[in-house]
């Protein structure tokens, strides 16, 4: 069985002022029909690079360059650009990490909705708004006849993200990418939006990219994970090997920000990884987690530190893992 | 809606009566209408009676209800200079002024609206560069000037289009190209900027991410957004055309308001020019009305505030 999308050797470069900034280097990985794959990471570790990349939408500065991305068993990268507009929003959708300004404030949700079907389907105005309703009410929008007529201001977040999703799924698509979609609301939603689109992604059987920063949430709705750092991989598994053996140790810093139910006590300090992401600018060596790692050694200064493949889906990115892989 | 729109009424309507009165008072400030009246060598009781007869003794405020609740009806008196009802004068001139700026106004938009798109389309290429030089030449040159050169090209040389008049349409092309050219440069500007910024927001991404076409894309809500900043620069350049058209109508010879309006200042007859200046506003003032109505039927969000 083929996957749904397979990503090999991606790279993201973009061309700014200050030099050309690798955003994206060397991330394969592929997603199952009907699987979600977690791509995990603090801000600024290239995923929404990754996210723009499969769905063509870089911005002008990006330029995008892979062995393969294939989609559905088509290339994404040889398609011109009329045809990869047939595919999105049809095929493939995004939702995005701002849901307050993702809505164009001059059309009403209805509109919005309906145009997602048009564009792509022969079909009538009727048929359409009736689409629009079903998924309104799927994504737990009540009154849904009357929303339609809304504008966006005059909804929240999490009601405005709740529609970015009902959008995305109008043509009923085979992949949604979710980039961060609830890093923006109240933490009291996050959990509802998660659980709607696991719900979803059951539900219509589509595969999903779920990004977020989050490793928490992970748990509850991947089936295998990414964790990214400064545009590398640095660890992939399925969610089972993650957990119960993080070998990377910055898989292990972002397990430790993890409340812990029933152990983390109220008030305790979680953990944190200390520093932040460096910018992948220039000429790049060694590992780049290793200004933030406690246990970096000269040696994580070398070149050319390879991903090391222990199984199909587990690999690592570590001369010194802290865990011996026998293991892991 | 509704509130919105009867905020707006209300804030033209006491902006409506500021303007009024200052028209008002820029005629008695003027001087004392009761010795013009009255005439040249005539005596002091002969003023007198000149000023109660006319009501000038009485306070200034009642003065002016009695003046707008004339004018309301649309006697703006005489003009003492011709001894014609001002209010007539006013209608005769008032067309000619009228088609100019309002084919003025759109010829501005059918230059700016199109070039101020492409532009922002495709940002530091050559047609942003085309589109840049109109503009600054827009801006450079004094309308009288590229009237005049518009005259001698295809007036005098071509033997194209009448030089003179407002008898046809084809009178109005070069005044309309004259005055139109000027306002170009402001609107294609912003035109530029907003279509900029708009294609490079959240929901434009977000159109795109739904596989919707470009022209979709550009027109339906990359143009709507970027628009609405312009409406009320429109309005505000059409104000200024039809106020502003003294010099390319006294160059073109079309008998429009700026034309009296230079022949009255000159002749200082100033109740005509009292006349124009309340005109003029209260167009102004309709038009920046009528910019607001147009923007709260493009933005959802105005209409609520
Ligand atoms: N428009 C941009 N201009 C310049 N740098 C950018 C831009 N967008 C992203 N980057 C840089 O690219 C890298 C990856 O960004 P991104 O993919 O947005 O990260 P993430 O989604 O993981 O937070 C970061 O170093 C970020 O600073
Ligand atoms: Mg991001």
Redesign the interface.
Known sequence: MSALLEVKHLNVDLNLPAGTLHAVRDVSFSVEKGKTLSLVGESGCGKSMIALAI?G?LPPSGICSAEKIAFEGLDLQKMSEKKM??????RM??I?Q?PM???????TIGNQLV??LT??KKVSAREARDRAVFLLEKVGITGSASRLKQ?P??LSGGLRQRI?IA?GLMCGPSLIIADEPTTALDVTIQAQIMGLLASIQQEFNMGMILITHDLGVVSRVADDVVIMYCGQVVETGNIKEIFNNPIHPYTRGLMECIPVPGKTKPGEKLGSIPGIVPTPIGDLWGCSFRSRCSLATQECAARGLELIKISDKRSFRCINPPVTIADA | MLIYTLKRLGLAMIVMVTVSLISFMLLRVSGDPAISLAGEGASNEEIEFVRIQYGFDRPLIIQYFEWAGRALHGDLGDSPYLNQPVAQMLRERMGVTVILGVSALSFAMILSIPLGMLAAIRPNTWIDRVALSISVMGQAMPSFWFGLILIIFFGVHLRWLPISGSDTWRHFVMPTIALGYYATPAIMRLVRSGMIEVLASDHIRTARAKGLRWPRILFKHTLRNAIIPVVAVAAVQLGFMLGGSIVIESIFALNGLGNLAWVSISRSDLPVVQAIVLFLSTTYIILTFLADLLNAFLDPRIRST
């Open positions: 769905m939408l507009s047939t595919f999105r929003g049809a959708a995004m995005f701002e300004t993702s809505l164009d404030p001059c059309y145009e997602a564009e792509h504008y201001h005059q970015m959008m």
